[in-house]
C-alpha cells in the first residue's frame, strides 16, 4: 500500500538527541521525489515550530510551517476556543509561553493573579520548585481547570531520557490528586489536521513512530494505519505487552522507504544495444 501523507514522530523516529537517525535524511528526500508529503507531529514542546526549522536546517533538512504540527499548536488552538480572554498560568519553556501569548493567549507566572481560571503545564526545561509550588498552591487552593500539553514521561536525549510533561504531571498529581487533561498524542486531534491541510484520505497517510502509547494510539484513534519503529522507546517485546498493535513494524524509518513509496517515475533502463551510444540516464 503506497502512502502519500507521512505523519512522521521526531525524537526516537527521525532524530536521536540532536543527531538524525541514519537513513532518516534520505528518507524524507525519497517521500518529496515521490510527490509525497511528511509532517511531523510531535509532542516535544521544547521548541516551537521556528525552533524546529532551524534545528532541522543545522542537520541538512529543509523544512517549512507546513511540516509541522506540535502539540503546542494543538494546545494553543484548545486553548484559543475555550480560554479566550481567560488568565492562564502558565508552567513551560520561554519558547512555548511566548508562543501562547504571540497567539493572544493571556498567560502569566504570577500565581497569585486573582482572574487565573486555568493552569496549563507543559515540559519546561527551566523548571524549579517554586513553579511547582506555585502548580500545586493553585490546583489545591482554587477552582482552576488543568490541563497539559503531552502525556509523554520521558524525552530522548543524546545520553538516554529526561523526565517529560508527563511526569512533572505525575509528580504534581502526587501532591494534589489532581490530572490534567492531556492534549497531545495519543489525543487524534493533531493527526485529523495534519489530514485536513493536506487534503488527504486517511487511508493514503502513515503515521510513524516509536512509543506505542501515544504515537500508535493516536494514529489508531485517528483511523490512519500505523508503523512503529524500533529506533527509540519500544522494543518488539513491549508490542506483545501492549494493547496498541502497530499495523508495520520496521528497524527504523530509513526501512519504509520500500514499502510505502512507489518507484521514480522515469528510472534508469539499462542499453543493451552495444552499437548505440549511451543515454544519461534521467531521475
Ligand atoms: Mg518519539
Redesign the pocket.
Known sequence: MKKRLFLL?????ICRGNALIPGAGEFLQAVRRSGGQFVFITNNATRSTADYIRFFRTLGVESGPENYLTAAYATIRYMQERYAGQHIYILATDSFTAECRQNGLLVTTDAADPAITCVLVSYDNALNYDKIKDVCLLLTTRQVDYIATNPDLVC?VDFGYLPDCGAICNMIETATHRRPRFLGKPEPAMVQYALQNAGCAPEKALVV???LYT?IACGRRAGVETALVLS??ATRADVYDSEEKPDYIFPSVAELRQEFLPEPAVSCVRNTAPETSMRACVS
Do not use: A, C, L
Not at 514522530?9 to 523516529?13: C, F, L, V
Open positions: 514522530d521526531i525524537d526516537g523516529t530522548p513512530g516509536d512509543r504515537d527509540g522507546e
